[in-house]
């Protein structure tokens, strides 16, 4: 891949694929994820025409490991102007639930679940 010169307002978002397949595309940091996932569907590539999917709302975008939601916009995330970020794209009707991971960020604040004022150290 030759490097390509990113105009200074937009962002590189360079997209993988379960498969390891990847594309680049330019976006504003305006755009959300779910104008992302429809602008890729729309436009999607020749090289993964073996595994598109059948609409564009079952496409979600994977940043930090975490999934986005549709109205999040690239500049909300933080992500530089001129540079080239990574996101993985995936085909999946609902997002997971975020109870499990909450719940340990809940228990990380305040006190401890393990001790209690009863503990001693000896």
Partial sequence: MGSRTIPADQIN???ILVSGKTKEFLFSPSESAGDIAQFVFDNWPHEWAD???SKAEILRLIYHG?????NVTLGALGLPTGK????????RENLPEPNSQDQRQKSKGGTSSCCSASCSIL
């Fill in 13 to 15: 978002l360079r997209l």
């Fill in 84 to 91: 080239t970020c990574v996101m993985h794209l995936v085909p």
């Fill in 66 to 70: 975490r999934f986005l939601h549709g």
């Fill in 51 to 53: 595994e598109g999917v």
